[in-house]
């Protein structure tokens, strides 16, 4: 089961049982077809949607999607994310992110940033090459860059420090 925030401030109670969606544990009769990658057709009560999937945060459970060329917001919560909200914890997933480590061994093919230099969470700080594959290694949070641990050419290991944030 799933709560669905959107951004209105209205919450939709979620629950899948076999092939039957319940919202508000009422059942939904609709019918969705895809008819893109990230699009789709809809139609509820005789009435017709077209839905994109404009942005996904699967982390954080936050989506954005264009239904019918308006944009809404969506945030989901399992029952894990409550029960962690009824016991306080709820922000213990969006503790500091102090540095970026190697996810691999491999060599550092570039480096986009330097000492002092704000990132956004998703902007690209390195290529890290592994297994001929070029792996862009992203922000995981907003933050200020504090040191750049490798330069281009540099071997690491899995699990080195490769930028450490303020």
């Given at each position: 089961m799933y709560h669905i925030q959107v951004e209105n401030g209205n919450t939709y109670q979620v629950e899948k049982k076999g092939e039957l969606w319940l919202v508000n544990q009422q059942p939904l009769q609709w019918d969705i077809v895809p008819i893109a990658p990230r699009c789709y057709h809809i139609l509820v009560?005789?009435?017709?949607?077209?839905?994109?999937?404009?942005?996904?945060?699967y982390q954080a459970k936050s989506f954005t999607f264009r239904i019918n060329n308006r944009l809404y917001q969506l945030l989901a919560k399992n029952r894990f994310d409550l029960l962690l909200e009824k016991m306080g914890m709820s922000n213990a997933a969006t503790r500091k992110i102090n540095d970026l480590k190697a996810p691999m061994p491999g060599l550092i093919l570039s480096v986009s940033v330097s000492e002092g230099q704000q990132v956004k969470k998703g902007d690209s700080l390195l290529i890290l090459e592994?297994?001929?594959?070029e792996n862009v290694l992203k922000a995981p949070a907003d933050a200020v860059v504090k040191a750049v641990k490798v330069q281009q050419g540099d071997r690491v290991e899995k699990n080195a420090i490769l930028v450490v944030f303020a």
């Open positions: 009560d005789n009435k017709t949607f077209n839905a994109e999937l404009v942005k996904a945060d592994a297994m001929k594959m």
